[in-house]
């Protein structure tokens, strides 16, 4: 180990500066698409295609650092998320498409409704703990899109039912930007409240559960009120990706935004990143986010995998990105920013260092 | 009146499926604190073997499921030895996202093998029962049900009453402790994982009888046994046997409810479990630990 505080701060800095340099090009480059820029003569950085999926990137990397405030600094393990997600897009899907009411309008209502929705089942729900309380969870999201899809009044489904919700195509100018920079402006939002949970008083009592709940609760934390709160902040994050999605998608039904997978996927992200972190999420989220592009073969640049033909592809992708699961778990149990935060160094050492720990 | 005992019947003989599915899922959970997400891919092989074995060679489905529960021993063996074991230290949430992975890895490898097409086993005894008025018992699912209780009967007796199965209750009680007094912790894991998984090869035999299979067809069991082993109480076969008759019932009077009951069998079922955690979480008939 070379851990020290002088090359901790260094590498910090680097990282914070190279992120910065990133987050500022992924920013400005869709603007060179304008038309205005376009007629004076700036080269093209980025075509509505790459739009499309940084504005999914932005999407995961919301979802991601809200899971890390109940998963990561809470330390309970949230395996359904999703009902949130589709909890929000279904709010502003149904008062867009059957109210009739603005985007703009509507889209504050989707965190609203989501967050209420997290405190009520919450309560009950964060009485468990461990396995118990990830697989409560899990069945929230499992029953809440079920729910979603096939409840009936008078004959008819009242939310779209199997054959989802369609909503009016927002008419703004250069709808693929707007709905960049509204996703990216929610991924801010989403970690500037990671920031300041982990500087509050709020954050130090979640840290506190997570570390060792019954102590925490001696020591005066309201253990219930600060795991509901934070429960409700995730679910408030996740629910206004789920407004914007169910607008810039104009298409919602149960497979969309109720997809199990995309519980999974945020923890993987947050873990990959680094739990209990602020920028860790967001770093998980881009790389797995682009490495499931590529590996489907929806990136731009692509590559033919050899031996396999391409109706095979997504499914081999999906191999892979099973076999990638086992790999970084087994080897990479601290998240990767752990080893590029300047803490350690990846080594062979390091790997085993990591094996030696978990394993029987 | 008879409609309603004809109810009772079919859910207890549904509730057989359950009891094999739930049976492995509690064992590999109670003892090796693993929710195994695996275990509906671990299910699904099974499937494909009876119906490769019933379509290829014509065997009797169920005289394949002694096939289905070795060679799932053996890949559950080779599992937990080759992979799960490297995490067994780490916190729950790994545990939880390797054994996804593994589910990802195996759904897909039957797919590349298998296809999504549906395959089903239609033995020429399949939609046949036995009649008293206007009851009817179909022969498929009382012999499942059979089954069923015969394999949780010989894994309670082999979990009491042999060398490994009180080496697999010690390290369940205490993991330290069963190293200290000289039982080797790599060996009975594996072991158990692949009790676990032989459970749910039998279980898969099962489920090809009673539906048309793909290589996804398996998801819906895992998040199901999660459902049985709650509902009765983790720790002990007999509660799992228990919570999955319960709830074999609960579904069939749940899709029995008029109009859209049927797509309703998820909520319900996961809206018992939760109801279940809440207010009674060590189950129906379990003991708190």
Redo the contacts between chains.
């Keep these: 180990m070379i851990a020290t505080a002088a090359s901790n701060r260094r590498w910090r800095r680097v990282f914070l500066i190279a992120g910065a340099i990133l987050a500022a090009y992924a920013l400005l480059a869709p603007l060179t698409s304008l038309d205005a820029a376009q007629s004076a003569n700036v080269p093209l950085l980025a075509d509505k295609y790459w739009f499309r999926i940084t504005t999914y990137i932005a999407m995961f990397v919301v979802m991601a650092t809200a899971w890390n405030i109940i998963?990561g600094i809470t330390g309970y393990?949230a395996?359904g998320n999703v009902a949130f997600f589709g909890i929000g897009a279904y709010t502003t899907g149904m008062l867009i498409a059957k109210a009739k009411w603005p985007f703009l309008l509507a889209l504050p209502l989707a965190p609203i409704i989501a967050a209420a929705f997290a405190a009520l089942v919450g309560l009950?729900?964060l009485?468990?703990r461990?396995?118990?309380f990830?697989?409560?969870s899990?069945?929230?999201g499992?029953?809440v899109g079920?729910?979603v899809?096939?409840i009936?009044y008078g004959g008819q489904p009242v939310f779209g039912g199997a054959s989802g919700l369609f909503l009016p195509i927002l008419r703004v100018d250069n709808r693929g930007l707007f709905f960049f920079y509204l996703m990216s402006a929610a991924a801010g939002v989403s970690m500037a409240a990671t920031w300041l949970v982990l500087r509050s008083q709020f954050g130090y009592g979640l840290i506190a559960i997570r570390e060792n709940e019954d102590a925490a609760s001696v020591l005066g934390v309201n253990t219930t009120a600060y795991k509901v709160a934070a429960f409700a902040l995730a679910a408030a994050l996740t629910g206004l990706a789920g407004g914007i999605f169910s607008q810039w998608n104009v298409f919602i039904n149960q497979e969309n935004v109720f997809p199990?997978e995309y519980n999974?996927q945020m923890?993987?992200m947050a873990?990959l990143g680094g739990t209990g972190t602020v920028f860790g999420p967001a770093v998980g989220a881009v790389l797995l986010q682009l490495l499931i592009q590529f590996l489907g073969g929806t990136l731009p640049i692509s590559f033919d995998i050899p031996f396999v033909s391409a109706d095979?592809r997504p499914?081999?992708a999906?191999?892979i990105?099973?076999?990638?699961?086992?790999v970084v778990?087994?080897f990479v149990?601290r998240g990767v920013i752990d080893f590029f935060g300047g803490r350690t160094r990846l080594s062979l050492s390091y790997l085993r260092r990591s094996?030696r720990?978990?394993?029987? | 009146m008879a409609n309603f005992v004809q109810l009772v019947i079919l859910g207890l003989l549904a509730g057989g499926v359950y009891v094999a599915v739930g049976v492995g899922f509690g064992l590999v959970w109670g003892v090796l604190n693993i929710v195994n997400l695996a275990h509906g891919a671990l299910v699904i092989i099974g499937g494909y073997i009876t119906w490769q074995l019933f379509t290829a060679l014509h065997v009797d489905p169920f005289l394949t499921l002694p096939v289905d529960a070795v060679a799932l021993f053996v890949l559950g063996y080779g599992l937990q030895r080759g992979v799960i074991n490297r995490i067994i230290r780490a916190p729950l949430l790994f545990t939880f996202l390797l054994t996804f992975g593994l589910n990802l890895v195996l759904v897909n490898l039957l797919l590349l093998i298998f296809g999504s097409d549906f395959r089903s086993v239609t033995p020429d005894y399949a939609g046949r029962g036995l009649e008293f008025g206007s009851i009817v018992i179909p022969y498929v699912p009382l012999i499942s049900l059979g089954a069923a209780i015969l394999l949780s009967a010989g894994l309670a007796f082999l979990l009491n009453r042999t060398r490994i199965g009180l080496a697999i209750n010690a390290i369940a009680a205490d993991r330290d402790a069963a190293q200290l007094v000289g039982i080797d912790l790599r060996h009975a894991y594996a072991v158990t994982y692949g009790l676990g998984a032989a459970c749910a090869g039998v279980a898969g035999g099962l489920i090809a009888l009673i539906q048309a299979i793909t290589p996804s067809a398996g998801e819906p069991y895992t998040l199901q046994a999660f459902v049985v082993v709650i509902l009765g109480g983790l720790g002990r076969v007999s509660a799992t046997v228990v919570g999955g008759l319960a709830f074999g019932l609960v579904e069939a009077f749940g899709q029995s409810i008029p109009g859209s009951g049927s797509v309703f069998a998820n909520a319900i079922a996961f809206g018992l479990m939760v109801l279940v955690l809440v207010t009674r979480p060590q189950g129906l008939m379990g003991r708190l630990r």
């Design positions: 998963g393990a395996f009950p729900l009485r468990l461990g396995h118990y990830a697989v409560a899990l069945g929230v499992v029953a079920e729910l899809q096939n009936d199990i999974v923890i993987l873990l095979a499914i081999v999906q191999v990105l099973g076999l990638l699961l086992v778990v087994i149990p094996l720990e978990t394993s029987l």
